[in-house]
């Protein structure tokens, strides 16, 4: 032990430099491969949410007017014959427009009925779901019943109405946070896209729905005046939160899915033609347009000025009125980003860099054990085994390799103590460095004829 020691002194002493630049090397590669695995390994930060990825802000936009009263009345009060039209062309621009990073989500209500719905949920279950309920159990069953907070229907076609909560999203929206069932299917292309006469809208229910309901359900509901069957198409898994500067007056908090409806945002793909046809346009359209621009957290404003900018040139010479975007600040701070194409990149960039960290150890422990080859080959005609001078390498690889793992873990705590996966991931990157170092070492050791070079030397 002692021979082992001693020699691992001088390795040491005799490369501190290069030992140093290869903890660097190491701490980066590191880093940085921590960081981007976390992104394709989809490692989320906190255990009650699965699938909000990336730092981002939101910026709400609204119409540049000077009171709500007036907005609705200038909006009320549209005398262009294509004013539908406009407003469907501008919910397609804004989408189209890569640079604008718009999505829209919107807080909404669906009235169910309640003969229908209580057949697979008591009245105390349905008070989660009920629109004002801000988290189970916010209602007490023992203040409040279920009929307090119901109503009938105005059409009769149903007689009593269940207002459960409800959210809207577009494809942007479904995509930016990674939603995820547990059962059936996400919402598809073909989904936000409403035909003349449809009944029917496919929707995804929060996992707290799938104790009476499943895939294939179908319930009655009544959207913007008209009588629609809801289509379940998926079931959210657990703890799907969204997270904007808008949603549920939250403040940037995220709010969870899993008690609530959601249904698409439409291109609605005909000419509305009567009252009711043109209310639905007229309400989807609208609630969509007063959407959000996504960025990321750190970009300037000057960045979302741009981008607003853009979107309220959309706006205008559509016919519609001028908009603004209100600034927000909410960002989930993990080591995220939007760009696939940019993780990419960087995933190639790591790779690259682990390689030459692997080799630079490599080349480094070599010319050690080439420079001190006579040396070690009058110990070993001597007698000695070659055990102690391999094991002296190896515990300075290790040494090495452990010490960039301890700064990365340090770097890493806040994170690792939400999540261990971050430190499984280290501890992997570490390891699999130790393994091919110790092992091209150890070939290149075993395959020198130390005899022949002592020889040679005489």
């Given at each position: 032990?002692?021979?082992?020691?001693?020699?691992?002194?001088?390795?040491?002493?005799?490369?501190?430099?290069?030992?140093?630049?290869?903890?660097?090397?190491?701490?980066l590669?590191?880093?940085?491969?921590?960081?981007?695995?976390?992104?394709?390994?989809?490692?989320?930060?906190?255990?009650?949410?699965?699938?909000?990825?990336?730092?981002?802000?939101?910026?709400?936009?609204?119409?540049?007017?000077?009171?709500?009263?007036?907005?609705?009345?200038?909006?009320?009060?549209?005398?262009?014959?294509?004013?539908?039209?406009?407003?469907?062309?501008?919910?397609?621009?804004?989408?189209?427009?890569?640079?604008?990073?718009?999505?829209?989500?919107?807080?909404?209500?669906?009235m169910?009925?309640?003969?229908?719905?209580?057949?697979?949920?008591?009245?105390?279950?349905?008070?989660?779901?009920y629109?004002?309920?801000?988290y189970?159990?916010?209602?007490?069953?023992?203040?409040?019943?279920?009929?307090?907070?119901?109503?009938?229907?105005?059409?009769?076609?149903?007689?009593?109405?269940?207002?459960?909560?409800?959210?809207q999203?577009d494809?942007?929206?479904?995509?930016?946070?990674?939603?995820?069932?547990?059962?059936?299917?996400?919402?598809?292309?073909?989904?936000?896209?409403?035909?003349?006469?449809?009944?029917e809208?496919?929707?995804?229910l929060?996992?707290?729905?799938?104790?009476?309901?499943?895939?294939?359900?179908?319930?009655?509901?009544?959207?913007?005046?008209?009588?629609?069957?809801?289509?379940?198409?998926?079931?959210?898994?657990?703890?799907?939160?969204?997270?904007?500067?808008?949603?549920?007056?939250?403040?940037?908090?995220?709010?969870?899915?899993?008690?609530?409806?959601?249904?698409?945002?439409?291109?609605?793909?005909?000419?509305?033609?009567?009252?009711?046809?043109q209310?639905?346009?007229?309400?989807?359209?609208?609630?969509?347009?007063?959407?959000?621009?996504?960025?990321?957290?750190?970009?300037?404003?000057?960045?979302v000025?741009?981008?607003?900018?853009?979107?309220?040139?959309?706006?205008?010479?559509?016919?519609?009125?001028?908009?603004?975007?209100?600034?927000?600040?909410?960002?989930?701070?993990?080591?995220?980003?939007?760009?696939?194409?940019?993780?990419?990149?960087?995933?190639?960039?790591?790779?690259?860099?682990?390689?030459?960290?692997?080799?630079?150890?490599?080349?480094?422990?070599?010319?050690?054990?080439?420079?001190?080859?006579?040396?070690?080959?009058?110990?070993?005609?001597?007698?000695?085994?070659?055990?102690?001078?391999?094991?002296?390498f190896?515990?300075e690889?290790?040494?090495?390799?452990?010490?960039?793992?301890?700064?990365?873990?340090?770097?890493?705590?806040?994170?690792?103590?939400?999540?261990?996966?971050?430190?499984w991931?280290?501890?992997?990157?570490?390891?699999?460095?130790?393994?091919?170092?110790?092992?091209?070492?150890?070939?290149?050791?075993?395959?020198?004829?130390?005899?022949?070079?002592v020889?040679?030397?005489?």
């Amino acid at each position: 032990m002692r021979n082992v020691l001693d020699e691992l002194r001088y390795n040491i002493k005799s490369g501190a430099f290069v030992n140093l630049a290869l903890i660097l090397q190491f701490v980066l590669f590191f880093w940085i491969s921590t960081t981007i695995s976390s992104y394709f390994l989809d490692i989320p930060i906190t255990f009650s949410s699965n699938n909000i990825r990336g730092d981002s802000s939101y910026y709400s936009l609204f119409y540049s007017v000077s009171s709500e009263e007036e907005m609705e009345t200038q909006m009320a009060d549209s005398k262009d014959p294509n004013f539908l039209t406009n407003l469907g062309n501008v919910y397609s621009e804004v989408h189209e427009d890569p640079k604008c990073h718009f999505m829209a989500l919107r807080e909404e209500s669906a009235m169910l009925d309640y003969e229908e719905i209580s057949s697979v949920f008591t009245d105390e279950e349905l008070l989660d779901f009920y629109v004002d309920s801000a988290y189970p159990g916010y209602y007490n069953p023992d203040d409040i019943s279920l009929k307090d907070v119901m109503y009938e229907y105005s059409s009769g076609e149903i007689a009593r109405v269940f207002d459960a909560q409800a959210k809207q999203i577009d494809q942007a929206a479904m995509e930016h946070f990674y939603l995820q069932v547990s059962d059936g299917r996400l919402f598809e292309e073909k989904d936000f896209i409403f035909n003349q006469g449809q009944t029917e809208i496919p929707v995804l229910l929060g996992s707290a729905y799938a104790k009476g309901l499943q895939v294939g359900d179908t319930l009655r509901v009544a959207i913007y005046t008209q009588m629609y069957e809801l289509k379940v198409v998926g079931i959210l898994e657990e703890n799907t939160v969204i997270a904007t500067d808008q949603i549920l007056e939250t403040e940037g908090q995220p709010a969870t899915l899993d008690y609530s409806i959601v249904y698409p945002f439409f291109y609605i793909n005909y000419v509305p033609r009567t009252e009711a046809e043109q209310t639905f346009a007229e309400f989807n359209y609208e609630s969509a347009l007063q959407g959000t621009i996504v960025v990321d957290a750190d970009a300037p404003r000057s960045e979302v000025n741009e981008a607003a900018k853009r979107v309220n040139n959309i706006f205008v010479k559509n016919g519609l009125y001028p908009i603004t975007a209100i600034g927000g600040s909410y960002g989930v701070d993990i080591f995220k980003m939007e760009s696939e194409q940019t993780m990419q990149i960087l995933l190639g960039a790591s790779a690259i860099m682990g390689v030459l960290s692997i080799f630079g150890i490599c080349m480094n422990v070599t010319a050690k054990l080439n420079r001190n080859l006579h040396r070690y080959g009058i110990e070993i005609m001597n007698g000695q085994s070659v055990s102690p001078i391999m094991a002296a390498f190896l515990l300075e690889i290790l040494l090495i390799i452990a010490a960039a793992m301890m700064f990365t873990i340090w770097r890493f705590s806040n994170l690792i103590m939400l999540n261990m996966r971050f430190l499984w991931v280290i501890l992997a990157l570490a390891l699999l460095s130790v393994v091919i170092v110790s092992a091209v070492f150890a070939r290149k050791l075993l395959k020198v004829d130390i005899e022949e070079i002592v020889r040679s030397e005489e």
